[in-house]
Structures are given as C-alpha cells and as structure tokens.
Nanobody, 132 residues
Framework: QVQLVESGGGSVQAGRSLRLSCAVS????????LGWFRQAPGKEREGVAV???????SYTDSVKGRFTISQDNGKNALYLQMNSLKPEDTAMYYC??????????????????????????WGQGTQVTVSD
C-alpha cells in the first residue's frame, strides 16, 4: 500500500506564496500520475494540478500561471508551488496517486485526469487558508 503524506500548508495573506510537499512511500510503476486536489468548505473536491512520470503536467484553469506542480523522482516527492494566492484558494489540499496513468494528450485517459475514482492512494491533506 502506497502512503502519501502532505505538508507545507498554513495561513497566509492574499498575494503571498506557499509550497506544498507530498512524500510518497514508493513509486515502482512504469507509468503513474500524481495529482493535487483540494476541497473548500461546503464544496466538492476538485483537481488542481497533475503530473506524470515523464513530467507532463496539466492544471485547472483557475490556477494556471500561479501554481506549478513538480516532482523529485529521486526523493519520491511531489510539490505544488502556489504563488499569488487568493482567498478562493482556501481549502484542504490532498495529493493522490494514479498508477498506470499517462498524460499524453491523445490517450483517452488524459480526459480522465481529474477523475478522482482513478486515484488509488490519497494523503490526509494539508490546510491552506488565504486571507484578504
């Protein structure tokens, strides 16, 4: 069973930055996607950013140009650099693993990159709060 542990959340003012980290216990797959999802109070959990083993990335529209997802394969670590934070970014942030995933745009699975049912392992979450 793969374990994921998020860290780096906190409370910041709008316009500031935070960097989230996710430690992954093992990544022994030929293909996989690691994603960041978030859930704001009273709202459904949504996909934020995803990266595959080859470094291909995808972002939800609301964070494009502000957030950057990256990974350190040698350390089995996933990151989310969040700049120009807005109050609407306030949420619990989760990292998740989809074994076998590949983000080549012509593959059918690319369209399912935000489908949370495909992500088999999840962390416990880290809270991000952005104030005006």
């Amino acid at each position: 069973q793969v374990q994921l542990v998020e860290s780096g959340g906190g409370s910041v003012q709008a316009g500031r930055s935070l960097r989230l980290s996710c430690a992954v216990s093992k990544l022994t797959y030929n293909n996989y996607c690691l994603g960041w999802f978030r859930q704001a109070p009273g709202k459904e959990r949504e996909g934020v950013a995803v990266i595959d083993i080859n470094g291909r990335t995808s972002y939800t529209d609301s964070v494009k140009g502000r957030f950057t997802i990256s990974q350190d394969n040698g350390k089995n670590a996933l990151y989310l650099q969040m700049n120009s934070l807005k109050p609407e970014d306030t949420a619990m942030y989760y990292c998740a693993l989809w074994p076998g995933c590949n983000l080549l745009p012509f593959l059918p699975m690319y369209g399912g990159r935000w489908d949370q049912r495909k992500y088999q392992s999840w962390g416990q979450g880290t809270q991000v709060t952005v104030s005006d």
